[in-house]
């Protein structure tokens, strides 16, 4: 592991450490419907993490579902959701452990608070609306963080000097347009049925506010 990686791996690290509550984290131990929301949200993601496509480590395309993940649990739990696959396939080598750092980075936690932003730009500026929901936040917020994790992921491969412009930008950036729809679409169709047959799952959707008295 490079020093960027560690720095970066650090700095994730701690970032994550630092946004938790203890009140949060006491009310998810007591309560059983928080605990397996976080642990099945989890295993969702190893399956969704391994239908990818790639021809260079570290510049693989997957789907994240990092938005659903934030709007069902919460920005913070939702770090602590996706870091535990993460983990899990470090673990088992089918993720390169040597660019752990820059993944926790670009996957988890810029996706995360992206989605986070999204949220909270549309309560404030936008009419609290269930189609706002769905669609801005939802579906916009899931297009939004693949380019986020995409472009920041290219980024740091050029600045880490890991593949040259070239092959950065004909095997990964070329790619982008193609990624934004089906992510955007996965994204608000399992937040719209999360909402429609388990409204009361996700900790982000208030019925008062979205659906009215």
């Known amino acids: 592991m490079t020093d960027g990686e560690l720095a970066a791996l650090l700095l994730g690290a701690l ?8 009140s949060q984290w006491q009310q998810l131990l007591t309560t059983a ?44 739990l939702a770090l602590v959701a996706a870091t535990l696959p993460l983990l899990m396939l ?10 752990l750092g820059s993944t926790l980075l670009f996957t988890i936690l810029l996706p995360v608070l992206v989605s986070e932003g999204v949220r909270m ?17 939802a579906f916009l917020g899931g297009a939004l ?14 600045w880490q000097a890991h593949y040259s412009w070239q092959i950065v930008s004909d095997h990964y950036l070329a790619i982008l347009p193609l990624l934004l729809f089906p992510e ?15 409204p009361h799952w996700v900790a982000t959707f208030y019925d008062r506010e979205y659906l009215g008295p």
């Open 33 to 76: 419907l928080y605990q397996r929301l976080l642990l099945g949200s989890a295993l969702c993601l190893v399956p969704l993490w391994l239908l990818r496509a790639g021809l260079h480590d570290g510049l693989t395309v997957h789907f994240l579902g990092i938005t659903p993940l934030t709007l069902l649990l919460g920005w913070r």
């Open 90 to 99: 470090c673990a088992f080598a089918i993720d390169n452990g040597s660019l």
């Open 121 to 137: 730009a549309s309560r404030r500026w936008l009419t609290r609306h269930l189609f706002v929901y769905l669609f801005v936040v």
């Open 184 to 198: 955007a679409l996965l994204s608000g169709m399992s937040t719209t049925l999360l909402v429609v047959y388990r």
């Open 15 to 22: 970032f994550i450490l630092l946004s938790q509550r203890r």
């Open 145 to 158: 963080t693949m380019a986020v994790h995409v472009l920041t992921t290219a980024g740091w491969m050029l």
